[in-house]
């Protein structure tokens, strides 16, 4: 892994796209639970990417991120205060691949913390982020968690209804779009666990 981190922090923007590829492969390929040493130095090489003028390095990252808190959930954890930020700022990213991969990594992290923690954290920064795209992502991002998690984790719908309710008086057509669409999504589950209750 070090070389490939080695690589990745490259001058050269084909040698970083070599590296973070190389990293991602490693990562998905891996078995093996990750060091705090090198989560550490994973996330601090991967947050300097993320801002790379290369869509396809801060893609990469991201991806490379996300295999790596599935490898060691509990040490990434230390780092949520760096990365959620980082990550919510790429849901603003002008190439549709590298809002997908911050979406990816976002669900992710809620997989291996807890979808209502990670909700509240990033949202902090991205329902009223002054980029559109960024509050859209991110009304995205929460509709797919509802449909992932919303069964298992209860307190999710109450932390994420009153800023979406917030978001339908958004300045933005797809925020509210996207805010309707978590709407409907959240009214689905709670249909469904009543009729399931009863």
């Known amino acids: 892994m070090e070389e490939a981190l080695e690589l990745a922090r490259a001058k050269d923007t084909k040698e970083r796209m070599a590296g973070v590829e190389r990293l991602h492969h490693l990562l998905e390929s891996s078995r093996k639970a990750l060091s705090s ?70 669900l992710t992290l809620m997989e291996v913390s807890s ?28 509709t797919s968690a509802i449909s992932l998690f919303a069964s298992t984790e209860l307190p999710l719908q109450r932390v994420i209804l009153p800023p979406i309710l917030q978001m339908l008086n958004d300045s933005n057509h797809g925020v509210r779009e996207a805010a309707i669409l978590c709407i409907e999504d959240i009214r689905r589950k709670i249909m469904a666990s009543m009729h399931g209750a009863g």
């Not at 979808?115 to 929460?142: L, M, N, Q």
């Open 37 to 106: 040493a090198e989560v550490t130095s994973l996330v601090d090489c991967c947050l300097d990417l993320l801002k790379d003028n290369n869509f396809r390095v801060s893609q990469g990252s991201l991806q490379a991120l996300a295999s790596a808190a599935v490898l060691s959930g509990d040490h990434f954890k230390l780092h949520f205060n760096a990365l959620v930020p980082a990550v919510v700022e790429r849901l603003g990213d002008g190439k549709q691949p590298v809002r997908d991969a911050a979406r990816r990594l976002l």
């Open 115 to 142: 979808p209502t923690i990670i909700v509240e954290r990033a949202g902090s920064y991205a329902w009223t982020h002054k980029s559109w795209r960024v509050r859209e992502e991110f009304a995205r991002t929460v």
